[in-house]
């Protein structure tokens, strides 16, 4: 079959109209995504007629990776099978290529991450050069080195970090507590900060917060997320950052680096791994995507 001659898709367009009682907005949309697809196969010269389940994903990929929602590439797929089942009811074609592609709405949200240079610019944003930078030098350098949620860094109080053996306690969701390590850089920035910037914000007063805002009182969500947001532009980033971000990163990290999901998983403070393979999810789409970058038949 040759989309050239475009008859297959007018009698397609009719059949919806006489058969199925559709409106014409409604056709006109079905063939508009139609439309689409055969000037895609274009490109890899390929037909409606003899496209492969692999040219459809391919397309699909395109449109994900131009912005086009999930919601957009669904009702296309849908479009596709429509046609495809038609072809076949027709005796037209035999294979139905949409076969087997999963729905675009089941497409699970990959988590934005901070890559290994983004993470050092980031983290050494901070001069230190006053209370304020030390501070904040220690909040960054905890964040990433536990990948706590922005709340739980906010909460910690002195009693819940101990330096001497390395690692914190955290209180998480569920009221659950966690022990999670920080490692030697954390450790010799939570010092600096202890001895020589946290006491500027007490002001003769006494919290039993770890990290204090300019008035001596607990760090805010709102605070700290200005912390990064202040930082992120000093350093360049300029993809969206939330503590969150460098929550993903850390954990991305760890896996990239051979850690194993049950050790990550512990460290996040997931109830069920389920949430943490997300993250496996990340390491194989960027192999994915460095393989169609650099691989001369991707």
């Given at each position: 079959m040759s989309e050239g001659k475009n008859s297959f898709v007018r009698i397609y367009a009719d059949f919806l109209v006489s058969e199925k009682g559709l409106s014409h907005n409604t056709v006109s949309s079905y063939v508009s995504d139609?439309?689409?697809?055969?000037?895609?196969?274009?490109?890899?010269?390929?037909?409606?007629?003899?496209?492969?389940?692999?040219?459809?994903?391919?397309?699909?990929?395109?449109?994900?990776?131009?912005?086009?929602?999930?919601?957009?590439?669904?009702?296309w797929l849908v479009s596709l099978r429509q046609f495809y089942k038609f072809l076949i009811s027709e005796q037209i074609i035999k294979d139905n290529p949409t076969v087997n592609i999963?729905?675009?709405?089941?497409?699970?949200?990959?988590?934005?991450?901070?890559?290994?240079?983004?993470?050092?610019?980031?983290?050494?944003?901070?001069?230190m050069t006053?209370?304020?930078?030390?501070?904040?030098?220690?909040?960054?350098?905890?964040?990433?080195?536990?990948?706590?949620?922005?709340?739980?860094?906010?909460?910690?109080?002195?009693?819940?970090?101990?330096?001497?053996?390395?690692?914190?306690?955290c209180m998480g969701k569920g009221s659950k507590e966690r022990i999670v390590p920080i490692g030697d850089t954390c450790t010799a920035i939570l010092r600096i900060y202890l001895s020589q910037g946290r006491r500027h914000f007490l002001n003769k007063r006494a919290s039993p917060f770890l990290f204090l805002n300019s008035r001596g009182g607990k760090m805010t969500r709102q605070g700290f997320w200005k912390i990064i947001k202040k930082y992120a532009r000093q350093a360049g980033i300029t993809k969206p950052l939330s503590p969150h971000t460098v929550?993903?990163?850390?954990?991305?990290?760890?896996?990239?680096?051979?850690?194993?999901?049950?050790?990550?998983?512990?460290?996040?403070?997931?109830?069920?791994?389920?949430?943490?393979?997300?993250?496996?999810?990340?390491?194989?789409?960027?192999?994915?995507?460095?393989?169609r970058d650099f691989h001369p038949r991707a």
């Open positions: 139609i439309a689409k697809a055969a000037e895609e196969l274009k490109k890899s010269r390929r037909s409606l007629g003899d496209a492969s389940r692999e040219d459809l994903l391919k397309i699909m990929r395109r449109m994900k990776e131009s912005g086009l929602s999930s919601r957009s590439i669904a009702r999963e729905n675009p709405k089941t497409w699970k949200h990959l988590p934005e991450f901070l890559n290994y240079e983004e993470i050092e610019k980031l983290l050494n944003a901070p001069a006053n209370p304020s930078e030390l501070r904040d030098k220690a909040m960054l350098e905890t964040l990433y080195a536990t990948g706590l949620r922005a709340s739980e860094i906010i909460s910690l109080e002195l009693k819940d970090v101990k330096i001497d053996a390395g690692f914190l306690t929550r993903h990163s850390f954990a991305t990290h760890l896996l990239a680096h051979g850690a194993d999901l049950r050790s990550v998983q512990m460290m996040l403070g997931h109830s069920d791994i389920s949430t943490t393979q997300i993250y496996t999810h990340i390491s194989r789409e960027r192999l994915k995507k460095i393989f």
